[in-house]
């Protein structure tokens, strides 16, 4: 199967996909309004608390609004395409699997697109913060709109970073079959830490989180050179690295992973 015809297929499969969740739209507006309120919620709780005291370690309330911005919008693309990448186990355990195993096509592009996610309270919430950050921070003169562009940029490496990360403690589950806990350490509790400067943390869960579980690099590493002109440019270059070869590492943990898997009426 060529590239163009894997693209092809994947696109036939959301549009089936998002058809179908059509159908309910009264839900999907409902489901979207509540998503949007819940992420708003918890960045609502953190600005309050920078409204008091003015800053955190020296990161303003639109600082950390934009880290929460780039982060939200990034998991939120990881999620729209690959949400049922995230949800493996269900798959491992019911056996569902077995049904993918036997279509003409990867198991991983014929997962992927399964019950495909439209996203629009995450965007609305994502979208707002990041105009409200970037906003502030452009009009104040601490960011240029230079920084539009370099944005949109690390949300698309940061997007492939959280996938590859998701994608490689799904592949877990061939031999474990039960992976939300460890999801809840490498996607949960991960991504919540880097909403936040990485600089409050400890040496050894800063390198955590840049090395093991790099999701440091999905908006705190380049928001150092974005909105305070540190480290370099290169920083594009180390971030679009860090997206390659995890992807890279992440397929072919999958591809060896996938060997091991044993059907649940096996």
């Known amino acids: 199967m060529t590239i163009k015809s894997m693209i092809s297929l994947y696109g036939m499969l959301i549009r089936t996909s998002i058809k179908s969740r059509m159908q309910y739209k009264f839900n999907f507006i409902l489901a979207s309004f509540l998503a949007a309120l819940i992420q708003i919620s918890e960045f609502l709780m953190v600005a309050i608390v920078l409204h008091k005291f003015g800053a955190i370690q020296g990161w303003s309330m639109y600082e950390v609004g934009y880290l929460f911005a780039v982060m939200t919008l990034s998991k939120t693309v990881y999620r729209t395409f690959a949400d049922e990448v995230h949800h493996l186990e269900k798959y491992l355990v019911t056996g569902e699997l077995d049904q993918l ?126 909105l305070r002109g540190e480290l370099g440019p290169w920083v594009f270059i180390a971030t679009a690295v860090a997206a390659g070869v995890c992807l890279a590492l992440s397929l072919r943990f999958w591809k060896f992973g996938i060997t091991k898997y044993q059907s649940a009426g096996s």
């Open 101 to 226: 195993l036997t279509r003409p096509m990867p198991v991983l592009l014929a997962l992927m697109p399964q019950n495909f996610r439209i996203m629009l309270g995450e965007v609305l919430q994502g979208g707002f913060l990041l105009v409200w950050s970037l906003g502030g921070m452009i009009g104040s003169g601490q960011a240029s709109w230079i920084a539009v562009p370099q944005t949109l940029f690390i949300i698309g490496t940061g997007a492939v970073i959280l996938f590859s990360i998701g994608l490689a403690t799904a592949t877990c589950g061939f031999w474990t079959t039960r992976i939300s806990e460890l999801q809840t350490i490498t996607e949960d509790a991960a991504g919540t830490a880097v909403r936040y400067p990485l600089s409050l943390y400890p040496k050894w869960m800063s390198t955590i989180l840049l090395v093991i579980v790099p999701v440091g690099f999905v908006n705190y590493v380049p928001s150092l050179y974005i």
